[in-house]
């Protein structure tokens, strides 16, 4: 979106070139820095001087001479500073976690929670209780919160902080900011509040952080499949999230797969979360929910048990992951063949369960999204896992709260740095 | 997408832009121009001047007297000079059509054609003969082609005129810009050719001429259904195609619906197009393509001879076009379950057969994409029906033939019109 071609937007934009830069491909000199981004070293440097005096750089120590000039400090970010607080709803589990600008994980926590058909007030009263435990770890070592950012199993109304439904929590129409302003109103200064899909953020820490096997980053156009208890994914269009327009796009756990088969929570039938959902699976391998709970507690938890069931040649887990890879390509083609994407990513508990659930998907998948001929399958859809997993959404979310620092580094923090005249 | 910001570039867009407002709302004076586009009045005269000389623009007259300065002109779009030539390739028809910049259709040619399982060539030299017939008519009124747009039921490889794919045709990687070469080399001036997916030019003729019954203008995010023989999709998203990664996005027709169910041409099962294309349809309703082609010749027919007998009464149409519509509706529950947009546009021919198919096609989309509550639903997903119906590609492609006139008014036509100094 163009901004205003002000003197003070285009500073904005500046700073935030050079703050980008160093980030994502730091340490490096002004030159490089001015060479990056395509500006003179001249125009670089006061701009990296109001970055280090706002503490969002630091001189990294001396470069290799650079053959005319002083030669130049090695620049990087900050491990101090603006941090971002990414938090998790899960259904049964909570966790927050804290990145700094470097994209550390500086503190983490989490829980089990049994957050199915519970009420918001108790469950965001633990989460405040977590946030408080994160931003103490954090505080310690000269980091602050400078953005939260909340990834939940739900629809989030665009642009505001409401789950305007969360099936496997039970939540309808939930405003999650009063209850949590008093964690954020303990922070130094106010920071931005965002609520998004779990799908959507893991998506983001995908383009954030993800690479293949070869060290590739991912493409722009790719599917984010993610499943905790339910299914949801998001669709990234050159490198954008697409969101529909009310926010609700990438509900793939209720794309019809068998559509006169089992009747879904939603109230339709067959859809793909009642074969490839946690419960369906568990279901077909033989065991409730609750007993699976019983047999190993803890976040991630069921899908791990699952993993090592399967492992340990379970025929009935097999097959019901077998199952689960059918439907997901079933589901994945209609997809494919609507939006055409580079590829499609299995994240969250799906990752950990792909050696099993793959081999299905693929071929269903193969079978199915055949009207692209050969020639442009050749560099057509790939199907890649996750190698953030489950903690995908969690990190993005924390990414996600950086954003503000990055879009707009000093006024972002300028209350806490009154600028040096 | 930003474009340079040098002074030619400035002013290219300015042009641009006044010429945009009066086609779309004149005829309005220069005062109004400026108002509308956020110019003064000082910076649109000479603009204005240019486009006159150029024949873009006309003096239609006199406004009312503004109260100050001499009264102005109302300003109209010229209904001579540049002209975008729709073509549009059909499985049993062919046609050509010329659109001028007030959006009046100036020319149209259309004909019968047995384009299945056919060579590019004799197709493509045919074209070229109605191409030839279409221009010498406009010619006639002091209008020539300012660009080519050719719509095709296949898919197209993004940014090229080649058919990757139309499986209804027989075609596979067949590049129409060698053989389409000697028709366009007899204009005045090389104009751009434009080779596109039918449903995508149909979505363009919904977004530029679409109308609901109250007048108002179709949303910035839509999935508009086109069928003819093969069932294609268009998704607009914030008034924008989205293309797929290769161009290959809304293959809705291939999207499974019922997963073990008919083979199909691509090599899937159960995909929409066994269930509610035409041959599925005639077939169910107990003919023949051949038989429907006995009765009623002529593009468009067969839809209109099910639509006949469905008026009539006849029980198996009724019955065949219920069945399509139930497909439709659990393709397109998977569709906006995933991409959440304000509406479905049914195109094409299916427009005229949406008495019988909506029924059950609304009934499917509201089971089954329920997980977004009431009350998001009351401003949720409508399914509207093209009032341009099967005339929808044919004109999209006309109208996008005109878009180098509209996005670079002066030089475009530059050949022709050389700036008087």
Known sequence: MPTPDTQHALRRRNLSRVLRAVAAAGPMSRAGVAARIGLTRAGVAPLVDELLRAGLLVEAGRAAPSGRGRPGSELTVSDRG??????????DHLAVCAVDLRGAVRARVATDAANRRSEPGPVLRRLSALLAEVTAQIAAEGLRPAGLTVAVPGLV???SATVVH????GWREADLAPELAPATAAYDVPVPLTVDNEANLGALAELRLGRGPDGAAPPADFIHVSAE????????????????ARGFAGELGHVPVYPDGRPCDCGGRGCLEQYAGERAVLRAGGLTPEQA????PGPGARSALLARRAA?????TIGALHEAGTALGIALAGTVNLLDPRAVVLGGALAGLAPWILPSLERELALRTAVAPAAARRDGCLVAVSRLGADGPLLGAAHAALRAVLDDPVNSIAPAHPPQS
């Open 312 to 316: 340990d040649g379970d025929a009935a």
């Open 293 to 296: 709970a019983a047999v190993q």
């Open 229 to 244: 208890v339910g299914i949801g994914a998001a669709i990234v269009v050159d490198g954008q999230l697409l969101r529909g």
């Open 82 to 91: 603006p941090a971002g607080i990414g938090a998790e709803i899960g259904v």
């Open 166 to 169: 969360a099936p496997n929590l």
């Open 157 to 159: 109304a665009l642009g």
